[in-house]
């Protein structure tokens, strides 16, 4: 029986705490040296549990307690579910003998992006502990870029002639039981080229004498081995598949991409994307140094910074109207603050979308004109809060017809820029994740804050 301490419906307090239950459990056991017991408990708690639980330990104990574990394939689950900073203690301090028995359990594909992500001499050393055949194969799958499908795939794939009949493919999966993934079967001709794909259930419901060929999908949807990886993530979401197959550049089946590849893919893509709106990046994450992570963040808010220099440019420039109505000034926060923030969810949309590929540049004029119309009805309600604000409690009725009318202007106008821009620095070939957020912050700012003055300047005649 295994331990999964989320089998059932509950809270992330009741998660966290059966969690922090098993740590101190682990961790008593282990001070204690009681290895069969240890043992026991380690072998029946589910792989990812058992990752988070690892995470949680003194980093000095962690080795100790991951070579308890006596299932070699149950290691291998949880060591590939490890951070790289535990992952590399593991193999720092684990005996060579019985890291190299867990890593012969890993993916080809998984042990390739370990062995890549590693320094040069711990990869090296890892190396020498494979068996011939493992590093061809590892050899072979790190000459491919690590972001493109060859870097992605797997070359522990399922492949028949298609000359075979369905008794014999069947025949065949039932002796494959340590093949990575087998929803569907593709099919070569006798050079290895991809001919055709038949899933598993074509398979058992077709007639056992009729042949592979009669059966088979001969339009397979594949990708080539220098395909990006993000195009090949956005394939097999669109077309909802559970592997890809990999062809070289002469139709070679040699590899497949399998849908928990692409889920962190597209993890990698959507942490990546958010970070850089933000005006950072990876790196900070894995850095403790504060001038590094300082100077990650510097450009983004010197950018943020230059809009905040303009804004005040223009608020020096209508220095007469806030000496004559000082009450304009109370109501620049709130003017500002919300159109940026009706910026930043029309902005996030439109990035995530160009970066999913549910936006197109074909897209452009019917998007503005969606976030039109949601920035002025957004722009509307607020505006109609904002004047009867500033009528009711200020006695005005021009301070009311000032403030409405910019907060309405501002909010459209900024749900146009949030959108217009992102798609310009796609035909511009600029990452519109890394230009957006410093350039629509600060076009909002400068244009909201000139846009509330030409306006109070028009209403109150000055």
Same mark, same amino acid.
């Given at each position: 029986m295994q331990i999964d301490i989320k089998t059932e419906p509950q809270t992330a307090a009741s998660y966290s705490i059966k969690k922090k239950r098993l740590v101190e459990?682990?961790?008593? +056991?282990?001070?204690?040296?009681?290895?069969?017991?240890?043992?026991?408990?380690?072998?029946?708690?589910?792989?990812?549990? +058992?990752?988070? &639980?690892?995470?949680?330990?003194?980093?000095?104990?962690?080795?100790?307690?991951?070579?308890?574990?006596p299932d070699k394939v149950l290691a291998a689950d949880v060591f590939n579910q490890l951070s790289q900073t535990l992952c590399k203690q593991v193999?720092?301090?684990?005996?060579?003998?019985?890291?190299?028995?867990?890593? %012969?359990?890993?993916?080809?594909? *998984?042990?390739? *992006?370990? &062995?890549?992500d590693l320094p040069e001499e711990q990869s090296a050393h890892l190396m020498a502990l494979l068996d011939l055949e493992s590093k061809r194969e590892i050899e072979s799958l790190l000459k491919y870029d690590p972001s493109s499908a060859g870097g992605i795939m797997t070359t522990d794939f399922f492949a028949l002639p298609q000359t075979?009949?369905? =008794?014999?493919?069947?025949?065949? !999966?039932?002796?494959?039981?340590?093949?990575?993934?087998?929803?569907?079967?593709?099919?070569?001709? =006798?050079?290895?080229?991809?001919?055709? @794909?038949?899933s598993l259930r074509q398979l058992l419901l077709a007639p056992p004498g009729a042949t592979l060929r009669a059966i088979m999908n001969p339009s397979v949807l594949k990708v080539s081995t220098d395909t990006d990886e993000?195009?090949?993530?956005?394939?097999?979401? %669109?077309?909802?598949?559970?592997?890809?197959?990999? @062809?070289?550049?002469?139709?070679?089946?040699?590899?497949?991409?399998?849908?928990?590849? @692409?889920?962190?893919?597209?993890?990698?893509?959507?942490?990546?994307?958010?970070?850089?709106?933000?005006?950072?990046s990876e790196s900070e994450i894995f850095t403790q140094s504060t001038f590094k992570i300082a100077g990650i963040r510097l450009p983004w808010l010197f950018a943020a910074f230059l809009g905040g220099i303009g804004?005040?440019?223009?608020?020096?420039?209508?220095?007469?109207?806030?000496?004559?109505?000082?009450? +304009?000034?109370?109501?620049?926060?709130? &003017?500002?603050?919300?159109?940026?923030?009706?910026?930043?969810?029309?902005?996030?949309?439109?990035?995530?979308?160009?970066?999913?590929?549910?936006? *197109?540049?074909?897209?452009?004029?019917?998007?503005?004109?969606?976030?039109?119309?949601?920035?002025?009805?957004?722009?509307?309600?607020?505006? @109609? !809060?904002?004047?009867?604000?500033?009528?009711?409690?200020?006695?005005?009725?021009?301070?009311?017809?000032?403030?409405?009318?910019?907060i309405l202007i501002n909010m459209t106008g900024a749900a146009l820029l949030a959108v217009a821009l992102p798609m310009l620095f796609v035909r511009l070939k600029v990452d519109p994740a890394v230009a957006t957020g410093p350039f629509v912050t600060t076009a909002i700012d400068v244009l909201g804050v000139l846009n509330y003055f030409l306006i109070a300047s028009l209403i109150y005649g000055l």
């Open positions: 459990t682990i961790n008593r +056991l282990y001070r204690r040296n009681a290895r069969v017991s240890l043992g026991k408990i380690l072998s029946r708690i589910h792989p990812a549990d +058992l990752a988070a &639980i690892l995470d949680e330990l003194p980093l000095a104990d962690v080795a100790g307690v991951f070579n308890l574990i193999i720092a301090q684990s005996p060579a003998e019985t890291i190299a028995v867990v890593l %012969k359990h890993l993916p080809p594909d *998984d042990l390739a *992006d370990l &062995i890549g075979l009949t369905v =008794e014999e493919a069947i025949e065949n !999966i039932r002796g494959r039981e340590n093949v990575e993934m087998i929803f569907y079967l593709y099919l070569t001709d =006798e050079a290895g080229h991809l001919v055709g @794909v038949v993000t195009t090949v993530a956005m394939l097999v979401d %669109k077309y909802r598949l559970l592997a890809m197959p990999v @062809v070289d550049d002469e139709n070679i089946l040699v590899g497949m991409v399998t849908v928990d590849d @692409v889920i962190d893919v597209m993890e990698e893509e959507t942490t990546r994307g958010m970070l850089k709106m933000a005006g950072t804004a005040t440019y223009v608020i020096g420039r209508y220095e007469e109207i806030l000496a004559q109505i000082i009450i +304009l000034s109370a109501f620049v926060p709130v &003017i500002i603050g919300m159109a940026g923030n009706v910026g930043v969810q029309s902005a996030t949309v439109t990035v995530r979308g160009l970066a999913t590929g549910s936006i *197109d540049l074909r897209d452009t004029t019917r998007l503005i004109f969606k976030e039109l119309r949601i920035g002025f009805l957004l722009g509307t309600f607020y505006g @109609v !809060i904002l004047a009867l604000f500033g009528y009711f409690f200020h006695d005005s009725l021009l301070l009311g017809q000032t403030v409405g009318l910019t």
